[in-house]
């Protein structure tokens, strides 16, 4: 099993609606990181959370960790089709700031116009 | 600031060969990761380099896979003999500064080598 699980495996969204893409983990998240990716390409930072209770905000995404540290929630709102791609989490589950990120398995967003 | 280079972008090779990666980090980065990505999968983390050392390689496959980083600045991953299995995107990833305890680096992304094996 995961060690970092991630819901949906996938979403298909009308353009403007809200979305929620969830990340948990039977371990403390020491650093909680989403990227995005598209198919064929790198992966690109979006956001980093590292204290619980942590929430932060880009443009029209906000992540937010939760106080025991073991569930990350990625929220769109009014969705785009720009926002069409791979959500991927990953988190250090070691203590002392290891930099060996895991992953989940990614949720796969598709944005109807 | 340009970001983390690698190449080649696409590679087909037959198994039993031969092949290797190169990344080029973000200009100044310590810390220098090489992951392997399944399709369908996240990324999984292979070895993680700090200047010119390792600093884990308890994933990295030795019986086939290589690992360099020589002045602490480029890298090459090396696989040798490739099987089917070995079929992924192969990212490498830099943060800025040395590993420590009491801070979080965030890992930045090349774009990555698509690597087939037939």
């Known amino acids: 099993s995961q060690e970092l699980e991630q819901s949906p495996q996938s979403l298909i969204v009308q353009e403007g609606k809200n979305l929620t893409i969830n990340c948990t983990s039977s371990?403390?998240?020491?650093?909680l990181y989403w990227y995005k990716q598209k198919y064929g390409e790198g992966l690109i930072f979006l956001m980093m959370?590292?204290?619980?209770?942590e929430e932060k905000s880009h443009e029209k995404i906000t992540a937010k960790l939760d106080e025991k540290k073991q569930q990350s929630s990625l929220h769109i709102t009014a969705s785009q089709p720009s926002h069409a791609g791979i959500y991927l989490c990953?988190?250090?589950?070691?203590?002392?700031?290891?930099?060996?990120?895991?992953f989940g398995q990614g949720t796969t967003l598709q944005v109807k116009p | 600031e340009a970001g983390v280079a690698q190449s080649p972008r696409y590679k087909i090779i037959e198994k039993r060969q031969s092949v290797a990666f190169w990344c080029n980090p973000i200009?100044?980065?310590?810390?220098l990761y090489w992951y392997q990505q399944i399709l369908g999968q996240g990324p999984k983390l292979l070895i993680q380099?700090?200047?010119?050392?390792?600093?884990?390689d308890s994933q990295l496959p030795k019986d086939r896979f290589s690992a360099e980083r020589l002045k602490g600045v480029d890298s090459t991953l090396k696989i040798q003999p490739a099987k089917l299995e070995d079929s992924a995107v192969y990212l490498c990833?830099?943060?800025?500064?040395?590993?420590?305890?009491?801070?979080?680096?965030?890992?930045?992304f090349g774009p990555g080598t698509r690597l087939l094996v037939l």
């Open positions: 371990k403390t998240l020491y650093g």
């Open positions: 990833a830099s943060s800025p500064r040395p590993l420590a305890e009491d801070y979080q680096e965030t890992q930045y």
């Open positions: 380099f700090q200047n010119n050392g390792v600093v884990d």
């Open positions: 200009s100044g980065h310590a810390t």
């Open positions: 959370l590292q204290k619980g209770g």
């Open positions: 990953g988190a250090d589950i070691s203590s002392g700031n290891t930099g060996k990120l895991i």
